[in-house]
């Protein structure tokens, strides 16, 4: 995009990965403390001919939060809380401040946010530029219908907007991958919640007929489900799993002891892998034998167990940069989602990655209720299956490429925030609102000042020559 | 953009004829490869390696001329190849030439030829398109050098020597270039069965080019900064470092 030539010197940049720690490419990075440093940013980028991006926590597995050559504003010091209405627990906060951040100011007050991804260190730009999803989808959607405002600097300005207020542009920001400019203010609705526990039921499945079969059943009584399937396991044990449901538990759920202070929330400051090991932890014995232990250990079935809020939602959390443990070359996750109708799919993608020994050493199953009206947005009715898989084996391309085949074909679609080498054909074969999507973007943002390695991957029709 | 996988959607091949170039953009085909620019000397390769490409469905394919001597063709070359590519995600160097190694039959000339064929040329090519790659903040390298620079032999020292000062170029552009995105990845194989070595006796370990592509590719999925075909040279030659000249002289080929 920068004219040939150019003299200006320039600035020191980062080589930045998503979460999967593959690839990388080089930007500068722009810290920003206020959203009233934002516009400023964009203003430059676009007289200096540099495309721009908004970055939050990183937590995107793939190339999504990466502009290579261009310039990432970093949104994590614009972290604030602002405004926390007591009576109907609308918030408003900054676009950088985290889950975590925001967790920790309102379970205290009764509140618990409408929709939370695995993990709590994400920023509330990212969660809504990928319009997240939660074990609560089948009742309460993604995070875009539970969202009252945004206030977003795009290519033509500063804008607020809203269900209600420029929807378009709205659901367009929604979804939309920080391809239609940088969410600065985030307002959502938070839940109301009498404690800080769960009331969690777990079960064991023997295969994956029997896990679809007891999460349908257990999603009609439950507001949280997910099922964590052993990804190595074939055969007549193909998707065996352990099913986990919960409710936040009310006062009469807890304990006299708990109930003393019924609303505390501290997640533990966690454990860290230090370095990235030379080779990668999570080879296939590691695997299997964790599977093994954690099947065997998990309860046929049990009931009213309470746990606590990081326990329940963000197990992963408790041990810091665990991303690391893949070694030097990293990992992906390959998350799709198929119409109910195309649920073989999830068994033939098991398989698949079995037969290509890929070790899929994490695999989550879970049903989702009715999609967003986000164009971009990932889910619809049907089963999501998230794998991570190490990278640096010869099959992973060509498997998950087959892979990508069958899902499209059963009219489902793979989820761009853990996305890093999805095809473009297949692209827009499974997000069919993208035309719908586009025009938005194009009127609003026609120089495309804002582009991703991911969107420069995917939407190869958008790029022009010269144009970087 | 390359994948997270390392694979690249637009490539640019400096000796666009090359049999292992053609071998690697094959597979490359089979994966996510949308765009080629086949850079060459050597018309009638460069076009027959074209209509491959294109007859495996790759979308856009253009012939450009590189040629390793006209040093100040090389920016030119680099703005013919962003003509057809919006950006390099994969540099392949598989320029060179054998030649000679026999005292009677080289003339001054003909080392310096050599040595431009095979190293000053593909590096200043290599330098040229490593400043866009760096400015565009991502794509690899990959440069064919060869075991034979790694200790050089009497039986193709001219060769030899002239891979060993592309591979140490290379190895300080990689560093050079970290940082930037851009990343440099050395290839070394051994004896290649193609037309450049045909009539050339065959060394142990020889190799054809489909076996170097493949290698290649995984190299590409590991971010391998040194691809060695086959695998085993790269003992052999660490080895070969505490042979003794006297011994390594004699060495046949
Ligand atoms: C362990 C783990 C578990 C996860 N579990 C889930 C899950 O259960 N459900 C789910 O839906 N997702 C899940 N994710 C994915 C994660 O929620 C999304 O990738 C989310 O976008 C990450 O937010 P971030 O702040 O890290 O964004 P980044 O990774 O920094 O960026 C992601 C995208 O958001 C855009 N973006 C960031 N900030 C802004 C902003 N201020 N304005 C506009 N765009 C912005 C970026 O441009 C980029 O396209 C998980 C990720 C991890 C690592």
């Known amino acids: 995009m920068r004219a040939s030539g150019d003299a200006r010197p320039v600035p020191p940049r980062r080589v930045l990965t998503g979460f999967g720690r593959a690839g990388g490419t080089a930007a500068v990075l722009r810290p920003v403390r206020s959203p009233d440093e934002v516009a400023p940013l964009v203003e430059e980028a676009r007289s200096e001919g540099r495309h721009l991006l908004p970055r939050g926590l990183g937590r995107a597995y793939g190339d999504a939060a990466q502009c290579a050559g261009g310039v990432l504003v970093d949104t994590r010091p614009m972290d604030r809380v602002l405004e926390i ?3 109907s627990g609308v918030v408003r906060v900054e676009a950088g401040c985290s889950v975590d951040t925001l967790l920790r100011a309102v379970v205290p007050r009764g509140w618990f946010v409408p929709v939370t991804p695995g993990t709590r260190h994400v920023s509330l730009g990212g969660a809504v530029a990928a319009d997240v999803h939660g074990k ?42 920080g391809l239609t400019g940088i969410v600065t203010e985030v307002c959502l609705a938070l839940r109301r919640i009498e404690t800080s526990r769960l009331v969690v039921t777990t079960e064991r499945a023997r295969d994956l007929e029997e896990c679809m079969a007891r999460l349908s059943d257990l999603d009609a009584q439950h507001r949280y489900s997910v099922a964590w399937v052993d990804g190595i396991s074939g055969g007549s044990r193909l998707g065996r799993s352990v099913i986990t449901a919960g409710d936040h538990a009310s006062l009469d759920d807890l304990d006299a002891s708990d109930r003393s202070d019924p609303l505390s929330y501290d997640p533990r400051v966690p454990l860290a892998v230090p370095v990235t090991p030379p080779v990668g932890l999570v080879g296939r014995t590691t695997v ?8 065997a250990k998990a309860p046929r079935r049990r009931v009213g167990e309470i746990q606590t809020i990081a326990q329940f939602f963000h197990p992963l959390d408790s041990v810091r940069d665990w ?23 999830v068994r033939r993608a098991l398989e698949l990655l079995q037969r290509a020994r890929l070790t899929p050493s994490l695999c989550v199953l879970k049903s989702f209720g009715a999609a967003s009206l986000a164009p971009l947005s990932f889910p619809m009715p049907g089963w999501t299956l998230a794998a991570d898989i190490p990278v640096g084996g010869h099959a992973i391309g060509p498997v998950l490429d087959e892979i990508d085949g069958l899902v499209a074909a059963a009219g489902g679609r793979v989820y761009l925030a853990k996305d890093g080498r999805l095809r473009p054909e297949l692209f827009a074969a499974m997000y069919p609102r993208l035309a719908e999507w586009r025009a938005v973007r194009d009127r609003d943002d ?9 969107w420069r991957r995917l939407a190869v029709q958008d790029r022009e020559r010269s144009d970087w | 953009m390359n994948d997270v996988t390392g694979m690249p959607e637009s490539v640019v091949v400096l000796g666009g004829g090359s049999e ?67 950006s390099v995600d994969l540099l392949l160097v598989a320029a060179g030439a054998l030649g000679s190694a026999e005292l009677e039959a080289l003339s001054p000339e003909a080392v310096a030829r050599l040595v431009e064929a095979n190293f000053t040329g593909p590096a200043a090519a290599m330098l040229a398109f490593a400043r866009v790659m760096a400015d565009h903040g991502h794509g690899r390298i990959v440069v064919l050098s060869s075991v034979a620079g790694v200790r050089v032999r009497r039986s193709n020292f001219v060769y030899g020597a002239a891979k060993a000062g592309l591979d140490g170029f290379s190895q300080g552009l990689g560093d050079a270039l970290e940082g930037t995105g851009v990343r440099v990845t050395i290839v070394r194989p051994g004896f290649v069965r193609t037309r450049m070595t045909a009539g050339v006796p065959e060394a142990p370990l020889a190799t054809g080019p489909e076996e170097v592509a493949d290698a290649i590719v995984r190299g590409l999925e590991r971010d391998a900064e040194v691809v060695w075909v086959p695998a085993v040279f790269r003992v052999l030659l660490a080895l070969a ?8 002289r004699r060495i046949p080929s």
């Open chain 1, 323 to 345: 991303n690391r443990a893949y070694g030097p070359h990293g990992f992906t996750q390959y998350q799709f989602v198929v119409p109910s109708s195309g649920s073989e799919v």
């Open chain 2, 241 to 248: 470092s505490h042979v003794p000249r006297a011994l390594w």
């Open chain 1, 136 to 177: 609560n989808h089948h009742r309460d959607g993604s995070i875009g219908s539970h969202l009252r405002e945004l206030e977003l600097v795009g290519a033509s300005g500063v804008t607020r907007l809203g269900p209600g207020r420029d929807a378009e542009r709205f659901w367009a920001t929604v979804g939309g991958m």
């Open chain 2, 20 to 86: 292992i170039a053609r071998a690697l953009l094959v597979r490359l085909a089979g994966r996510r490869l949308r765009a080629v620019v086949l850079a060459g000397r050597d018309e009638t390769a460069l076009a027959a390696a074209a209509r491959e490409l294109e007859s495996l469905g790759v979308p856009t394919v253009a012939t450009t001329r590189f040629e390793a001597s006209d040093v100040s063709d090389h920016e030119d070359l680099v703005r013919r190849a962003l003509d057809t590519v919006a």
């Open chain 1, 446 to 454: 026609p120089g495309r000042l804002f582009v991703s390695d991911l």
């Open chain 1, 85 to 87: 209405d007591p009576d």
């Open chain 1, 288 to 295: 299997r034998a964790l599977n093994e232990v954690w099947y």
